[in-house]
């Protein structure tokens, strides 16, 4: 994760971007690439989107936009000042402990 925020925040300090990469616009374009992301699955059956990377050209389509959506993550969470990984692991621990294994394993309720 360190390599990856350095080479995104040196990219944008780069291009002179700390100016227009606010909280809000970073969030803003996450959510748009994340919209992009879902326009690759909007329609596929269940079953076609859980084999979308066995096609050469959708799959490439949905690894790059996933890339995009890291890139922003990472510089959101790079200009706000959060360990990326550790956010992630802290709210993985809250989540568990929310839905113990015994309760929740096989549960569709729980996996929301």
Do not use: C
């Amino acid at each position: 994760m360190d390599e990856l925020t350095a080479r995104v925040r040196a990219f944008a300090e780069e291009r002179d971007w700390q100016r227009i990469h606010t909280p809000k616009n970073l969030a803003m374009a996450l959510a748009g690439e994340v919209g992009e992301l879902l326009a690759e699955f909007q329609w596929l059956t269940p079953e076609q989107a859980a084999a979308v990377m066995d096609d050469a050209e959708a799959g490439a389509r949905v690894e790059a936009e996933i890339g995009d959506v890291m890139i922003y993550l990472t510089r959101l969470a790079d200009v706000l000042g959060i360990d990326l990984s550790k956010a992630a692991l802290t709210k993985l621990d809250e989540v568990a402990t929310r839905y113990p294994v015994v309760e929740a394993r096989g549960s569709a309720e729980s996996a929301r």
